[in-house]
C-alpha cells in the first residue's frame, strides 16, 4: 500500500513537471511571434509599400470595380467596332488615329478586366465575353442617349419658364402685357406668377423662389437691388355723383371727415396714406379696409364709401360706368420698381422679360401722365 502510493505520487509529479514544461514552451513561441509581429508592424510603418496580408480575391475584384470610369463614348466605340471588325474605319467614325483608338480599347478591356477582342494581323474578332458584353452595353448606351435626350427638354422647358411674383396692382396692370410680348419672342413660354402683400413679395425673391419682383418699396435686404420704373399717384374712387366729391380735385385735408376705404394695415399703400394723414398732424382711421380690389368696389358701388388707392390700384375698375377718379394735389406717390438678387445671372427669358416690364411702364407713363410720374433721376 505504502508503494503504491509512492508510485502515484511520483507520477503525480512527472505530470506537474511536463506540464510547467509545456506552458513555458507555450510563453517562449507566444514571445517570439509578438515580437516578430511587432517587427513587421515597424517595417510596415517604415515602408508603406509593402503589403502585410494579401486582400482576398474578391475584394480586389470589387475595389476595381468600384473604381472604373468607363464612360459612354468608350462604350460606343466598343460596339462600333464590335459591328464592323474594323480598327481603321471604327478610328475614322469617331474622327481618332488608329493608335489613339487601340488604346482606347485596351484601356477598356483593362478597367473591365476581360478581352473584348482578339486581334491578328489580318482580322479582328469578338471574344465569348465581348459578344456577351456588347448586349449590355448596347442597353446601357441606349439608356444614356434616351436620359440625355430627356436631360436636354427638361433644360429647354426650364429655359422658357418665367417666375414672377408682384403685388397686385402691377401683377394686373404690368404682367398681362409683359407675358403677351415674351410670347411673340419665346416658343411657347410658361409663367408662374405670385400676387401678394409686398413684404411676401420680396421674401420670394430674398428665398430663390422668383428671378424677380414687382415691388413698392425700396427693400432694405442687403442682398437685393431696387430698380424705380415710375411713381404712382394716388387717387380716390368713388360712385359716379357722390354728394362726397365735388370737384375733380382735392387736398389731404379735404379727405379727413370723408368715410375712406383702404387696403389692410399690412399693405403698402395704406403705409403711405397713414404717413401723408401723419405730415398734416391727422391719425389716419379709414371706414373699410380690405385685401382684395374688388371687394372694395362692391361697397363704393353701394354709397358705403370711398376707396383711397394708388392709380394703379383702382385701374382695373375703370372700364366700369359706375365710378369716378378724383385727383389728390398733394396726396402721397408711391415709388414702383423692379427687385433683383445682387450679382444674380438671370436667364435669358427673364432677363427680356425685365425689359418688357421697363417698356410697358415706360408706355403707361405717355398713356396716364397725369396719373403716372417718370421715376426719379438717381
Known amino acids: 500500500m505504502q508503494r503504491r502510493t509512492t508510485l502515484l505520487k511520483r507520477a503525480q509529479n512527472y505530470a506537474d513537471h511536463r506540464l510547467n514544461e509545456t506552458k513555458f514552451v507555450y510563453r517562449v513561441r507566444c514571445r517570439r511571434v509578438s515580437a516578430n509581429l511587432f517587427e513587421t508592424r515597424k517595417e510596415h510603418r517604415s515602408e508603406p509599400n509593402i503589403c502585410i ?14 473604381l472604373m470610369t468607363v464612360t459612354p463614348r468608350q462604350l460606343k466605340i466598343f460596339l462600333a467596332l464590335a459591328e464592323s471588325l474594323n480598327f481603321s474605319r471604327t478610328a475614322e467614325l469617331f474622327f481618332v488615329t488608329q493608335p489613339a483608338l487601340s488604346k482606347i480599347v485596351k484601356d477598356l478591356e483593362e478597367q473591365l478586366g476581360v478581352a473584348l477582342f482578339e486581334r491578328s494581323t489580318r482580322n479582328v474578332r469578338l471574344t465569348s465575353a465581348g459578344e456577351r458584353m456588347s448586349s449590355l452595353a448596347r442597353r446601357i448606351v441606349g439608356d444614356f442617349e434616351n436620359g440625355v435626350q430627356h436631360l436636354q427638354s427638361l433644360a429647354i422647358q426650364e429655359s422658357l419658364q418665367v417666375t414672377i411674383s408682384s ?17 411673340q419672342n419665346f416658343p411657347a413660354p410658361r409663367f408662374t406668377i405670385y400676387d401678394g402683400t409686398n413684404t411676401s413679395t420680396i421674401r420670394r425673391v430674398v428665398n430663390y423662389e422668383v428671378d424677380f419682383a414687382l415691388a413698392s418699396v425700396t427693400p432694405s435686404h442687403d442682398g437685393l ?8 399717384r394716388f387717387v380716390l374712387l368713388a360712385p359716379n355723383g357722390s354728394k362726397s366729391i365735388h370737384d375733380t380735385q382735392v387736398r389731404m385735408q379735404d379727405l379727413v371727415e370723408l368715410p375712406l376705404i ?11 396714406i397713414s404717413a401723408a394723414f401723419l405730415k398734416i398732424g391727422v391719425v389716419f382711421q379709414p371706414k373699410l379696409s380690405f385685401e382684395q380690389i374688388a371687394t372694395a368696389a362692391g361697397f363704393v358701388r353701394s354709397g358705403q364709401g370711398i376707396v383711397i388707392q394708388p392709380y394703379l390700384g383702382v385701374a382695373p375698375l375703370l372700364d366700369l360706368q359706375d365710378f369716378q377718379l378724383c385727383e389728390i394735389v398733394d396726396g402721397p406717390i408711391r415709388s414702383v420698381g423692379i427687385v433683383t438678387r445682387k450679382g444674380s445671372r438671370l436667364p435669358p427669358i427673364a432677363q427680356r422679360a425685365i425689359a418688357e416690364v421697363r417698356s410697358v411702364a415706360d408706355d403707361l407713363i405717355e398713356r396716364f401722365p397725369r396719373w403716372i410720374d417718370r421715376p426719379q433721376p438717381t
Open 262 to 272: 383702404c387696403g389692410t394695415a399690412a399693405s403698402t399703400a395704406t403705409q403711405y
Open 225 to 232: 437691388e431696387y430698380e424705380e420704373i415710375m411713381r404712382d
Open 53 to 66: 496580408a494579401r486582400k482576398p480575391l474578391h475584394t480586389e475584384l470589387q475595389s476595381k470595380i468600384d
Open 167 to 183: 403685388i397686385p396692382s402691377l401683377a394686373n396692370v404690368v404682367l398681362p402685357e409683359v407675358c403677351r410680348r415674351l410670347e
